[in-house]
């Protein structure tokens, strides 16, 4: 159980440094934003004077132009000016490496995103395909077997099938998308018949196996009756008598 709490704890502690990290490097741009070079106080911000200590100019602007200036800034506003607030030393030793840490993170995820995005449309459009084979297969099992529960028709070997079918047609798809120029005109249909072709290859296999098994059913011996022990009690006290199982 301690150890338990001290890795939750620990989980805990990273998360919140994560996002304590992404969230000061989102607030500022640079060091200098965050510490000034002089090292004179940071000016808190407020209805006349901006963050950098310069005075707002709104000579040129209406009234209802810069309250909506400072209502979309607001809570990233009120945020920096908090951190600025805090003493010179506490930014200097503490939120300058959690804003070093923030801007790697945020590098690595905006260096990474044109990579990953291309990966998760595919991984995301795998699992609407595998839901949608799974779907139409309990309702095709349902259809035939009523009787079954769901836990019986979702057996191993129609999951694995399934699976199998769902990464044939996302192969299908980006092979195809690569070589042929012409494929988006007929990517439904294609889609659409190796669809059937998977639900098939999955539904057909699963009838057959349950078919059997209710023939076999149906014709193997019933095992001989057992005895029945019935028991009597009278004035004489008590004993047993056993009686053939007569069935029919």
Do not use: H
């Amino acid at each position: 159980m301690k150890k338990s709490a001290k890795q939750a704890a620990a989980t805990t502690a990273v998360a919140l440094l994560t996002a304590a990290s992404v969230m000061t490097g989102s607030l500022f741009d640079t060091p200098a934003a965050l510490v000034p070079d002089d090292g004179s106080p940071a000016i808190v911000y407020n209805m006349t004077t901006g963050l950098d200590g310069a005075d707002d100019d709104d000579a040129g602007v209406t009234e209802d132009e810069s309250e909506e200036t400072r209502r979309r800034g607001g809570i990233r506003a009120i945020l920096r000016a908090r951190i600025l607030q805090l003493p010179l030393l506490v930014r200097l030793l503490v939120i300058l490496p959690i804003w070093a840490l923030g801007t790697v993170l945020l590098a690595a995820a905006g260096a990474a995103w044109p990579l990953l995005s291309p990966v998760l449309g595919k991984a995301a459009g795998f699992a609407l395909m595998l839901a949608l084979l799974i779907g139409s297969f309990v309702l095709a099992a349902k259809a035939v077997f009523p009787d079954l529960p769901i836990k019986k028709l979702l057996s191993r070997r129609s999951l694995v099938a399934l699976l199998l079918g769902a990464a044939g047609l996302s192969v299908v798809d980006a092979v195809l998308g690569a070589a042929w120029a012409d494929y988006e005109q007929a990517k439904n249909i294609v889609l659409s018949v190796g669809f059937l072709i998977a639900l098939s290859c999955a539904a057909v296999p699963f009838a057959l196996r349950e078919q059997k098994r209710r023939l076999t059913a149906r014709t193997e011996p019933e095992p001989p009756a057992k005895p029945e022990t019935l028991v009597f009690t009278d004035a004489g006290g008590t004993f047993t008598v056993r009686v053939p199982n007569i069935r029919g």
